[in-house]
């Protein structure tokens, strides 16, 4: 079954600094890739995905990930974070058995930013 | 926008009461999930559901079942409330498509304690 680790539980940063939050995956063929975001007290919020092609991908308010398929990885990053940028983040994989509709989840690292 | 309405955002309850968590989306979504979760556990999936009255078990279905009777409304069914289902949680929804390329929507959780 596919797993996804996110080894970091809480990462501080300085506001203005650079980010990056850790995810590796499990999974034999190539996987369908999630961050999520979650903020105190509200559901989660998609940020990007990764299916195939450029394993560089896009998202919204200024984050990106890179699939790096001989690390097992699909880190997030931020050039510049911003003090609205803390809450809860959530890497997650597609499960094939269920055409990847299913998500397997990882448990999380919550980001503080700091003035 | 896709909604996903949880109807309520706090609920106590007690010991061996059954419990009803509602959840409704407006986007004709096929797909609906339910997830609880913990501190430093994440999100776990409970029960999911691919069409009307069709479901399937999650991770952890064990005191949990799940109805659909209409497309948009998913409800989660605590039978006998113990108070280690004490929990977020969070219904999901998402559009099936071939390939599992659709991302997850999610409400704003239902925070419930069983005393």
């Known amino acids: 079954a596919q797993s996804v680790t996110q080894p970091d539980i809480h990462i501080t940063v300085s506001e203005g600094a650079s980010l990056e939050l850790r995810c590796n995956y499990s999974?034999?063929?190539?996987?369908?890739l999630f961050w999520y975001v979650q903020s105190p007290g509200q559901g989660l919020q998609l940020l990007l995905k990764?299916?195939?092609?450029?394993?560089l991908v896009q998202g919204i308010k200024g984050f990106e990930a890179e699939f790096k398929r001989s690390q097992s990885s699909f880190n997030l990053r931020k050039p510049s974070v911003h003090w609205s940028d803390a809450a809860e983040y959530f890497c997650?994989?597609?499960?094939?058995?269920?055409?990847?509709?299913?998500?397997?989840f990882g448990t999380g690292t919550r980001l503080t930013i700091i003035p | 926008d896709v909604k996903v309405t949880q109807s309520s955002r706090y609920l106590v309850k007690r010991t061996g009461e059954k419990v009803f968590l509602e959840c409704v989306q407006d986007?004709?979504?096929?797909?609906m999930f339910w997830y609880r979760q913990d501190p430093g556990l994440g999100l776990r999936l409970i029960y999911f559901?691919?069409?009307?009255?069709?479901?399937e078990k999650g991770d952890i279905p064990e005191g949990y079942s799940v109805s659909r009777e209409k497309k948009e409304r998913f409800s989660l069914i605590l039978e006998s409330a113990s108070t280690n289902q004490t929990s977020m949680y969070l219904c999901?929804?998402?559009?099936?498509?071939?390939?599992?390329?659709?991302?997850?929507?999610f409400g704003d959780g239902t925070r419930l304690s069983i005393l």
């Open positions: 999901a929804s998402s559009l099936s498509f071939q390939g599992g390329n659709q991302p997850q929507h």
């Open positions: 999974y034999g063929a190539t996987p369908y």
């Open positions: 997650a994989v597609g499960d094939p058995n269920f055409g990847n509709e299913k998500l397997t």
């Open positions: 986007m004709d979504h096929e797909n």
């Open positions: 559901s691919y069409d009307v009255k069709m479901k």
């Open positions: 990764y299916f195939s092609g450029d394993t």
